[in-house]
T-cell receptor, first 113, second 114 residues
Framework: KAGVTQTPRYLIKTRGQQVTLSCSPI?????VSWYQQTPGQGLQFLFEYFSETQRNKGNFPGRFSGRQFSNSRSEMNVSTLELGDSALYLC????????????FGQGTRLTVV | AQSVTQPDIHITVSEGASLELRCNYS??????LFWYVQSPGQGLQLLLK??????LVQGIKGFEAEFKRSQSSFNLRKPSVHWSDAAEYFCAVGASGGYNKLIFGAGTRLAVHP
């Protein structure tokens, strides 16, 4: 069974631009969560989608958004990029609605210059 | 509020030595607890999980962890460390609320000396 696939692996963007990251969960998993990892703040929850619905959102500005498609693939978008958005963005998929293990992708390394 | 504390930022051990990584959590009910490992520039790999039942759980790569409710701890152990175990280790608790969200500790970076 294929794991969680995130594309692209690396991305360099300029301040003020927007970016879209993609995540394909493990086949059959309907829950997709996104996390931001930075050296200063560690791993922080961005949001979670289940069956195309955003069920919870972390404490991030509205520039961070996401969506989930009917095939459970998810995208996250960051608009008006800031230098502080440079981070490793991790996607995780889960098989149940709650309180179950999450399987992570390799991440997308975003650098904002 | 739910939180996870990993008191040790860096740990260095010699290859073949035993290892214990500490994790303390703050959670009102029975927690769902996890240990993940991350190699540089990579994603997180699940080592083991505790949901209920036996408080000593076995994971992959020879790791085990013990849940101690009285101490609010979930420490990770390995009897003999290999050089390939050098990585960053994260303890996490599943947040309450009926959805999938993990609250992570700050991580412990493990170095292994030959």
């Amino acid at each position: 069974k294929a794991g969680v696939t995130q594309t692209p692996r690396y991305l360099i963007k300029t301040r003020g631009q927007q970016v879209t990251l993609s995540c394909s969960p493990i086949s059959g998993h309907r829950s997709v969560s996104w996390y931001q990892q930075t050296p200063g703040q560690g791993l922080q929850f961005l949001f979670e989608y289940f069956s195309e619905t955003q069920r919870n959102k972390g404490n991030f500005p509205g520039r961070f958004s996401g969506r989930q498609f009917s095939n459970s693939r998810s995208e996250m978008n960051v608009s008006t990029l800031e230098l502080g958005d440079s981070a490793l963005y991790l996607c995780a998929s889960s098989s149940r609605t709650s309180n179950t293990e999450a399987f992570f992708g390799q991440g997308t390394r975003l650098t904002v210059v | 509020a739910q939180s996870v504390t990993q008191p040790d930022i860096h740990i260095t051990v010699s290859e073949g030595a035993s290892l214990e990584l500490r994790c303390n959590y703050s959670y009102g009910a029975t927690p769902y607890l996890f240990w993940y490992v991350q190699s540089p520039g990579q994603g997180l790999q699940l080592l083991l999980k505790y949901f209920s039942g036996d408080t000593l759980v076995q994971g992959i790569k020879g790791f085990e962890a013990e849940f101690k409710r009285s101490q609010s701890s979930f420490n990770l152990r390995k009897p003999s460390v290999h050089w390939s175990d050098a990585a960053e280790y994260f303890c996490a608790v599943g947040a309450s609320g009926g959805y999938n969200k993990l609250i992570f500790g700050a991580g412990t970076r493990l170095a292994v000396h030959p």
